[in-house]
């Protein structure tokens, strides 16, 4: 099992100004504790289930680019785009840029979008379910054709591209992996089975008993569209404050000590997750890394039971 961190809280004391600083130390210290991974949402305002809109909140590809250069070896990513935010073909040429300038370290993480709110503050248009799922999937389509060198026209409903041009190309081939986040059984489960490397579900509110359901949902669409189930990676969006028994995060949550993380963990790996990317309300508190580390040592060895067949 691979471990990964999101970040998703940026108002740190003295912030605006501390920002910069404190995201570059959790980056540093996310490598340094071996997680393999670090994201961001991809957010303009923060979100209720987390604060008020008017907390901090930093553009993520910009954040990224930033993380990039505070680090060598750990993978980069939005937890997840919404797909109203950019153009296609934009999006594809910054995921690109993310993954040449990181040594080819870039994700695309991508969704339908869902923050209403943000889209009508900002300008932006925020049409119906079923018109972000069709844009969700001529994006995909969009972004694997430039990703492998096709310059012909895309002409979808949506979309429209003369000459979808990609130079430089990203380093990652055949193209950086895609992972679609939300257990949407009907759309988003069949689109990750059709286009992704990867999905992602909450653990809260689905759990150890929730989440195999939702991946055998996954298998049937695999089946449907003749896809090797095995090849998609299954990730989990999970929180945990690592801490001494009876310590609490500054988020106010209770934390929790190693070898109930690493239970937990494993629960999760039997049901059949892959890598969980870990929302932590102490990620800014450096003492909590060689903790993390333990966790990473301790389930590095976990694999899934469909990875343990041949």
Not at 256 to 262: G, I, M, P, R
Not at 286 to 291: C, E, G, Q, R, S
Request: net charge negative; with cysteine.
């Amino acid at each position: 099992m691979r471990l990964g961190l999101q970040v998703s809280y940026f108002s740190w004391p003295d912030a605006p100004a501390s920002i910069g600083p404190t995201f570059g130390r959790i980056a540093r210290n996310a490598e340094g504790a071996g997680l393999t991974s670090l994201w961001v949402m991809d957010h303009f305002f923060q979100i209720s289930s987390i604060g008020p809109p008017e907390l901090d909140m930093v553009e993520g590809y910009t954040a990224l680019a930033f993380a990039a250069g505070q680090t060598s070896r750990i993978e980069l990513g939005t937890l997840v785009t919404g797909v109203t935010y950019r153009h296609p073909g934009l999006l594809a040429k910054i995921v690109t840029s993310l993954d040449v300038l990181s040594g080819g370290r870039a994700w695309l993480g991508i969704g339908a979008a869902w923050n209403e709110d943000e889209h009508r503050g900002l300008g932006v248009p925020y049409p119906s379910t079923k018109e972000r799922f069709e844009r969700l999937e001529e994006t995909l389509q969009i972004c694997l054709q430039m990703w492998a060198g096709d310059e012909s026209p895309y002409a979808g409903q949506h979309y429209q591209l003369d000459r979808p041009l990609n130079v430089p190309q990203s380093l990652r081939r055949p193209h950086p992996p895609i992972l679609i986040g939300g257990g949407g059984e009907k759309k988003t489960l069949r689109l990750v089975a059709q286009y992704a490397d990867a999905c992602n579900l909450f653990d809260t509110g689905l759990g150890p008993d929730g989440i195999p359901r939702k991946l055998e949902i996954l298998r049937g669409h695999c089946q449907e569209v003749g896809r090797d189930y095995g090849q998609i990676r299954k990730t989990a969006l999970a929180r945990v404050n690592l801490g001494p028994a009876g310590s609490t995060a500054p988020s106010g949550e209770p934390c929790v000590s190693v070898d109930e993380t690493v239970e937990r963990f494993g629960r999760l790996c039997e049901a059949g997750v892959d890598d969980l990317i870990l929302s932590m309300g102490n990620d800014a508190d450096d003492a909590v890394y060689p903790l993390l580390a333990d966790v990473v040592g301790q389930v590095g060895s976990l694999t899934t039971p469909e990875r343990t067949q041949p």
